[in-house]
Protein backbone atom coordinates (compact mmCIF):
# COMPACT_ATOMS: atom_id res chain seq x y z
CA UNK A 1 0.00 0.00 0.00
CA UNK A 2 2.78 2.62 1.06
CA UNK A 3 5.11 1.43 -1.70
CA UNK A 4 3.69 3.76 -4.14
CA UNK A 5 3.31 6.65 -1.93
CA UNK A 6 6.09 8.48 -2.86
CA UNK A 7 7.59 7.83 -6.18
CA UNK A 8 6.14 5.42 -8.31
CA UNK A 9 8.06 5.16 -11.54
CA UNK A 10 9.56 8.14 -14.10
CA UNK A 11 7.26 7.64 -16.53
CA UNK A 12 4.86 8.96 -14.33
CA UNK A 13 6.73 11.73 -13.20
CA UNK A 14 8.03 13.14 -16.89
CA UNK A 15 4.47 12.83 -17.83
CA UNK A 16 3.19 15.33 -14.84
CA UNK A 17 6.07 17.31 -15.71
CA UNK A 18 5.00 17.62 -19.28
CA UNK A 19 1.53 17.95 -19.14
CA UNK A 20 1.78 20.15 -16.58
CA UNK A 21 4.18 22.87 -18.86
CA UNK A 22 2.05 22.40 -21.83
CA UNK A 23 -1.81 22.53 -20.39
CA UNK A 24 0.41 26.10 -18.64
CA UNK A 25 1.39 26.95 -21.74
CA UNK A 26 -2.12 26.51 -23.11
CA UNK A 27 -3.52 28.71 -19.92
CA UNK A 28 -1.41 31.32 -20.61
CA UNK A 29 -2.31 31.47 -24.17
CA UNK A 30 -5.71 31.61 -23.76
CA UNK A 31 -5.71 33.85 -21.21
CA UNK A 32 -3.33 36.21 -23.52
CA UNK A 33 -5.45 36.28 -26.66
CA UNK A 34 -9.09 36.99 -24.14
CA UNK A 35 -7.50 40.37 -22.96
CA UNK A 36 -7.12 42.00 -20.02
CA UNK A 37 -10.86 41.71 -18.80
CA UNK A 38 -10.13 38.06 -17.84
CA UNK A 39 -7.12 38.94 -15.38
CA UNK A 40 -8.67 42.40 -13.92
CA UNK A 41 -9.75 43.08 -10.36
CA UNK A 42 -12.58 40.25 -9.82
CA UNK A 43 -15.87 40.14 -8.83
CA UNK A 44 -17.60 37.13 -7.94
CA UNK A 45 -17.94 35.71 -11.10
CA UNK A 46 -14.55 36.23 -12.06
CA UNK A 47 -13.07 34.77 -9.05
CA UNK A 48 -15.30 31.48 -9.86
CA UNK A 49 -13.74 31.15 -13.39
CA UNK A 50 -10.18 31.57 -11.71
CA UNK A 51 -10.75 28.93 -9.32
CA UNK A 52 -11.54 26.55 -12.01
CA UNK A 53 -9.51 27.31 -14.27
CA UNK A 54 -6.99 26.30 -11.41
CA UNK A 55 -8.77 23.25 -10.89
CA UNK A 56 -8.42 21.94 -14.30
CA UNK A 57 -5.03 22.85 -14.35
CA UNK A 58 -4.86 20.60 -11.47
CA UNK A 59 -6.75 18.20 -12.89
CA UNK A 60 -4.65 17.99 -16.36
CA UNK A 61 -1.40 17.46 -14.56
CA UNK A 62 -1.91 14.99 -12.20
CA UNK A 63 -5.01 12.51 -13.45
CA UNK A 64 -3.72 10.13 -15.93
CA UNK A 65 -7.23 9.94 -17.40
CA UNK A 66 -7.74 13.66 -18.72
CA UNK A 67 -5.34 14.25 -21.69
CA UNK A 68 -4.22 17.85 -22.30
CA UNK A 69 -6.94 18.12 -24.83
CA UNK A 70 -9.49 17.79 -22.52
CA UNK A 71 -7.58 20.51 -20.32
CA UNK A 72 -6.81 22.72 -23.07
CA UNK A 73 -10.71 22.33 -24.45
CA UNK A 74 -12.33 22.85 -20.63
CA UNK A 75 -10.35 25.85 -20.46
CA UNK A 76 -10.84 26.86 -23.74
CA UNK A 77 -14.96 26.69 -22.65
CA UNK A 78 -14.45 28.57 -19.38
CA UNK A 79 -12.64 31.13 -20.91
CA UNK A 80 -15.15 31.67 -23.90
CA UNK A 81 -18.32 31.42 -20.94
CA UNK A 82 -16.35 34.24 -18.87
CA UNK A 83 -16.08 36.20 -22.11
CA UNK A 84 -19.02 35.77 -23.48
CA UNK A 85 -20.80 36.83 -19.87
CA UNK A 86 -19.42 40.09 -20.03
CA UNK A 87 -19.74 40.90 -23.11
CA UNK A 88 -23.76 40.14 -22.40
CA UNK A 89 -23.23 42.17 -19.08
CA UNK A 90 -21.74 45.03 -20.85
CA UNK A 91 -24.78 45.01 -23.47
CA UNK A 92 -27.29 44.27 -21.44
CA UNK A 93 -28.08 45.66 -17.58
CA UNK A 94 -30.26 42.74 -16.83
CA UNK A 95 -27.62 40.53 -17.94
CA UNK A 96 -24.90 42.60 -15.65
CA UNK A 97 -27.57 42.79 -12.33
CA UNK A 98 -27.58 39.31 -12.90
CA UNK A 99 -24.02 38.10 -12.58
CA UNK A 100 -22.25 41.17 -10.84
CA UNK A 101 -22.87 42.82 -7.21
CA UNK A 102 -23.93 46.68 -6.87
CA UNK A 103 -21.57 48.46 -5.44
CA UNK A 104 -23.13 49.33 -1.90
CA UNK A 105 -22.69 53.27 -0.21
CA UNK A 106 -21.20 52.43 3.34
CA UNK A 107 -20.62 56.49 4.69
CA UNK A 108 -22.62 59.42 3.05
CA UNK A 109 -21.22 63.21 4.06
CA UNK A 110 -19.19 61.81 6.93
CA UNK A 111 -22.16 59.51 8.53
CA UNK A 112 -21.42 55.97 8.47
CA UNK A 113 -24.76 54.29 7.52
CA UNK A 114 -24.66 51.19 9.93
CA UNK A 115 -27.44 49.09 8.00
CA UNK A 116 -25.59 49.07 5.19
CA UNK A 117 -22.15 47.82 6.81
CA UNK A 118 -24.29 45.10 8.58
CA UNK A 119 -25.62 43.98 5.21
CA UNK A 120 -22.36 44.14 3.68
CA UNK A 121 -20.74 43.10 6.84
CA UNK A 122 -18.05 45.05 6.89
CA UNK A 123 -16.83 46.35 10.23
CA UNK A 124 -15.90 50.07 11.21
CA UNK A 125 -12.63 48.74 11.87
CA UNK A 126 -12.38 48.47 8.06
CA UNK A 127 -13.73 51.75 7.52
CA UNK A 128 -10.72 53.56 9.63
CA UNK A 129 -7.96 51.41 8.09
CA UNK A 130 -9.64 52.31 4.63
CA UNK A 131 -9.54 56.03 5.30
CA UNK A 132 -5.90 55.70 7.16
CA UNK A 133 -4.42 54.61 3.68
CA UNK A 134 -5.93 57.36 2.06
CA UNK A 135 -4.46 59.59 4.55
CA UNK A 136 -7.31 60.75 6.02
CA UNK A 137 -7.95 61.11 9.75
CA UNK A 138 -11.07 61.19 10.59
CA UNK A 139 -14.36 59.90 8.36
CA UNK A 140 -16.10 63.61 8.90
CA UNK A 141 -13.89 64.28 6.48
CA UNK A 142 -14.90 62.04 3.71
CA UNK A 143 -17.62 62.61 1.40
CA UNK A 144 -18.28 58.99 0.32
CA UNK A 145 -17.48 55.52 1.27
CA UNK A 146 -18.19 52.54 -1.05
CA UNK A 147 -18.37 48.76 -1.28
CA UNK A 148 -17.33 48.30 -5.13
CA UNK A 149 -18.27 45.18 -6.72
CA UNK A 150 -14.64 43.54 -6.25
CA UNK A 151 -14.64 43.95 -3.04
CA UNK A 152 -12.64 46.83 -2.75
CA UNK A 153 -13.60 50.29 -0.37
CA UNK A 154 -13.49 52.99 -2.57
CA UNK A 155 -13.32 56.71 -0.47
CA UNK A 156 -14.58 59.80 -2.24
CA UNK A 157 -13.04 62.88 -0.62
CA UNK A 158 -15.36 65.62 -2.72
CA UNK A 159 -18.27 65.33 -3.63
CA UNK A 160 -20.29 67.21 -6.62
CA UNK A 161 -23.46 67.59 -4.94
CA UNK A 162 -24.71 69.35 -8.26
CA UNK A 163 -24.13 66.17 -10.07
CA UNK A 164 -22.71 62.66 -8.27
CA UNK A 165 -22.04 60.63 -11.54
CA UNK A 166 -19.49 58.74 -9.83
CA UNK A 167 -22.65 57.45 -6.94
CA UNK A 168 -25.75 56.72 -9.91
CA UNK A 169 -25.19 53.05 -9.73
CA UNK A 170 -24.53 52.43 -6.18
CA UNK A 171 -27.01 50.94 -3.83
CA UNK A 172 -28.51 52.99 -0.99
CA UNK A 173 -27.49 56.15 -2.89
CA UNK A 174 -30.25 58.92 -2.89
CA UNK A 175 -29.04 62.33 -4.45
Known amino acids: MTENLFFDNWDSLLRTFAVTVMAYLVIVFLLRVSGKRTLSKMNAFDFIVTVALGSVLATVSLNKDVTLADGAMSFGVLIFMQYLLTWLSVRYKAVKRLVTCQ ?66 EVQNFRA
Open 103 to 168: PALLLYKGEVLPDALQHARVTLEELHLRARKEGIGDLKEIDAMVLEATGEITVISKINTQSPRALQ
